[in-house]
């Protein structure tokens, strides 16, 4: 070959690889506008059942711009964010030994949505050292296929990443789910022994910066749950 020539055997690959990551990439942003109108759909149920009752409970969404988006409902939010990379699984992956994954390796590339979980009052308050947790991520390959990794029942509902694909009926019960999930995941109370200190320092300030942070395991970050993520 000479010095000047180029590789088209490197040029294929490349234009492959990239084919397929923009591939991934745009069923994973149609999943992500899919649960957008999936929530759009259900605000406008509840407003419907609920219209002119003035005690009823908000469940309001918010446009957070082209890759994330916020569902309110009680004292609680969700939200969901599309990561604009597509990834691949590790080696080590339990999705990577998978007679689905051997029969065509491409189907390991995804996209992901993570799904977070906040206490509404800690963006009405402003309050930047509350906790937020993720309850799960949606993952989407090129098939359309998904799979979640999640808490619980959110994980454990949405495992079968070689039979299940991303329908509006399948993203209404992810966000269905992840509602469900969010409604039973309680606050709770720190030990007394983790609060009974406070600084003059911490005291003056403002609601906004106290090191006081809550979230809904008040204190404990995520991990200190001791739940593994279920695949």
């Known amino acids: 070959m000479e010095a000047n020539q180029p590789d088209n ?5 490349l234009r492959r690889k990239s084919q397929l990551k923009q591939d991934v990439y745009q069923i994973t942003h149609s999943t992500f506008r899919l649960f957008k109108n999936v929530i759009l759909e259900m605000v406008a149920d509840y407003q419907q059942k609920y219209n002119g009752n003035q005690q009823s409970i908000p ?3 918010r446009d957070r ?9 009680g004292g609680d939010v969700l939200i969901f964010m599309m990561h604009t990379n597509i990834f691949e699984f590790s080696r ?3 999705v990577m030994k998978t007679t689905y994954i051997h029969d065509d390796k491409q189907r390991s590339y995804c ?3 993570n799904i977070y979980n906040f206490l509404a009052d800690s963006f009405r308050y402003n309050r ?12 989407v390959n090129k098939d359309n296929h998904y799979f979640i990794e999640g808490k619980r029942e959110i994980g ?3 495992n079968n990443f070689s039979s299940s694909v991303m329908t509006k009926e399948s993203a209404r019960q992810i ?29 003056q300030a403002s609601l906004e910066n106290m090191k006081l942070r809550t979230g809904k395991r008040l204190g404990f970050r995520f991990q200190a749950d001791h739940e593994e993520f279920k695949q």
């Open 9 to 13: 055997s490197l040029f294929e690959v």
């Open 59 to 61: 469940f309001e969404y």
């Open 65 to 73: 711009g082209e890759f994330e988006l916020e569902l309110r409902f």
């Open 92 to 94: 080590m992956h339990e």
């Open 111 to 113: 996209g992901v949505i």
């Open 128 to 139: 930047i050292n509350d906790l937020g947790y993720m309850i799960g991520r949606v993952f």
């Open 156 to 158: 454990m509902l949405f």
């Open 175 to 203: 966000v269905e789910s992840s509602v469900l999930y969010t409604i039973n995941f309680d606050l709770l109370t720190p030990p007394y022994d983790q609060v009974k200190e406070v600084t003059v320092f911490e005291m």
